[in-house]
């Protein structure tokens, strides 16, 4: 996982997503050691956990709280928190996301945040802390509530996996890439930060 936060940021920057817009393996290095310092990332990784366990804690409760009807459901349906929110807590979304430009990233995936997300969730995790991984968490899942409640256990761990962040994607005009390549496509990152700050906890 540290690794995975070490190659995500080294493509970002707070200045611009571009493709040749990469931090030196140095100064991601220094992002990656401030986010397990400053930012406390580090007790996620400990041996019991006890800084994701804290943050699971804290979400169930605002999902108990915020989203009630959602939060029944997934106790009716036997989901856990630590079925699906582990992974945004311990990469701050970046899990099995890509950049084209960047090899050293994984290859992309079905289940991959899309990286114009990820550096919309990184910005503001730097600017407000850790805890702002609540905001764009509760964010969307209140954008699927509805979907969500209509789901089996495994429909919803394979939703929360997969499809969570759609209802962000702008829809591409014209026939699919010919060559079949993968390209990062436009996001609602700006509707994504501002349904984030909706969430009112």
């Given at each position: 996982?540290a ?9 970002y920057?707070?200045?611009?997503v ?13 992002v990656?050691?401030r ?37 029944t ?8 928190s630590?079925?699906f ?46 805890e702002?991984?609540f ?22 761990l ?6 969570l ?37």
């Amino acid at each position: 996982m540290a690794a995975l936060l070490l190659n995500v940021s080294r493509g970002y920057t707070l200045q611009s997503v571009q493709a040749n817009d990469q931090m030196p393996d140095e100064e991601a290095f220094c992002v990656l050691v401030r986010l397990m310092d400053s930012y406390n990332l580090r007790s996620h990784f400990l041996a019991d956990m006890p800084g994701l366990q804290l943050r699971l804690f804290q979400f169930d409760r605002l999902v108990e709280e915020l989203l009630p009807l959602l939060h029944t459901h997934f106790v009716k349906k036997g989901v856990k928190s630590s079925m699906f929110a582990s992974q945004w807590f311990m990469t701050l979304f970046s899990y099995r996301s890509v950049d084209q430009s960047c090899t050293a990233l994984p290859v992309l995936s079905d289940n991959s945040f899309p990286l114009s997300l990820v550096y919309r969730v990184l910005d503001i995790v730097f600017a407000e802390g850790i805890e702002a991984i609540f905001r764009f968490s509760l964010a969307l899942l209140t954008k699927s509530e509805d979907k969500l409640v209509e789901l089996e256990f495994e429909q919803i761990l394979s939703y929360l996996q997969t499809d969570l962040f759609e209802s962000y994607r702008i829809p591409k005009e014209g026939p699919p890439s010919p060559d079949g390549d993968h390209v990062e496509e436009d996001w609602r990152a700006n509707d994504f930060v501002r349904d984030a700050y909706d969430v009112r906890m």
